[in-house]
């Protein structure tokens, strides 16, 4: 399990100004999410985050599945991170 999402939840809604969108995604959820995308393709989900992007995509979709939002996450990276 990503240990270090926790750091990244807290420096993502502070670095957007955009804390209340982010207290949308609870942190258990953003753990899971972090998980099967790191799992789905072995990036890790802290670096891909310092992407405004990929943390835009991420806080519009806060409210979907989880498999939605971390598919979503993946396409994204696979074409402009990774």
């Known amino acids: 399990m990503c240990k270090h999402v926790t750091i ?3 420096e993502l809604s502070l670095q957007n100004g955009e804390l209340k969108k982010m207290d949308k995604i609870k942190n ?3 753990e899971q ?3 099967i995308f790191e ?4 990036a890790n989900f802290d670096v891909c985050c310092e992407d405004l992007g990929f ?3 991420l ?3 806060a ?3 989880l498999t939605n939002v971390a598919s979503m996450l ?3 990276a696979n074409e402009n991170l990774i």
């Open 74 to 76: 993946t396409d994204y």
């Open 28 to 30: 258990n959820k953003l």
């Open 39 to 42: 799992g789905w393709t072995c």
């Open 8 to 10: 990244t939840y807290k």
């Open 59 to 61: 806080i519009k979709n």
């Open 63 to 65: 409210n979907e599945p």
């Open 33 to 35: 999410i972090a998980s």
């Open 55 to 57: 943390r835009k995509l």
